[in-house]
């Protein structure tokens, strides 16, 4: 089931992209979204990658769920 949360937010208010990758490199989660976004997902261990409209990546964390 979806037992995690993922939230994530950007002060500005240009549009950004959101890429959920398991640890064997997989996308489990894909979205645009502008000031928040907020997701649910299995639990486990992910990168989260958060890219701006030049494809620029603004942020990139491993997150344990």
């Known amino acids: 089931g979806y ?5 994530a937010s950007s002060t500005d208010l240009s549009p950004k992209k959101i ?19 907020k997701f649910n997902i299995q639990k486990g261990i992910y990168i989260v990658v958060i890219t701006d409209r030049q494809n620029k990546i603004c942020k990139r964390e491993k997150i344990v769920l």
């Open 19 to 37: 890429t959920v990758y398991s640890v064997d490199g997989s996308v489990r989660y894909c979205n645009n979204f502008v000031s928040n976004i």
């Open 3 to 7: 037992n995690g949360i993922v939230k």
